[in-house]
Nanobody
Framework: QVRLVESGGGFVQAGTSLALTCTISGRTSNVGMVSWFRQAQGKEREAIAGIRRGPGPASYSDSVKGRVTISRDYTQNTVTLLMNRMTPEDAAVYYC???????????????????WGQGIQVTVSS
């Protein structure tokens, strides 16, 4: 079984940067691609970034491309999401999700993931 725990959320000012960390525990050998999703109040949960297991480019949604970087540390079993130039529109609950597949072409599809963290709140003040 895989367990995902998000950390690093909280209150940030618009224009600043924020790093969220997803810590993976349990059967980490079963973890392939890991992605970050977010859900703003009253909106659908959307995928924003995904990173495969092994070499290859990361995937980003158009809404955050150029402002967000996802990275992975295999020794620490963490996946970090760095968001720059935060805006109030970035306020949401952020989730990390994992699949045993090394890479999924439709990475933004929620049903591709079978492990989810509980989510962490990010609030952006203007």
């Amino acid at each position: 079984q895989v367990r995902l725990v998000e950390s690093g959320g909280g209150f940030v000012q618009a224009g600043t940067s924020l790093a969220l960390t997803c810590t993976i525990s349990g059967r980490t050998s079963n973890v392939g691609m890991v992605s970050w999703f977010r859900q703003a109040q009253g909106k659908e949960r959307e995928a924003i970034a995904g990173i495969r297991r092994g070499p290859g480019p990361a995937s980003y949604s158009d809404s955050v491309k150029g402002r967000v970087t996802i990275s992975r540390d295999y020794t620490q079993n963490t996946v970090t999401l760095l968001m720059n130039r935060m805006t109030p529109e970035d306020a949401a609950v952020y989730y990390c999700a994992a699949t045993p597949l090394l890479y999924v072409n439709n990475w933004a599809t929620r049903r591709m993931y079978d492990a989810w963290g509980q989510g962490i709140q990010v609030t952006v003040s203007s």
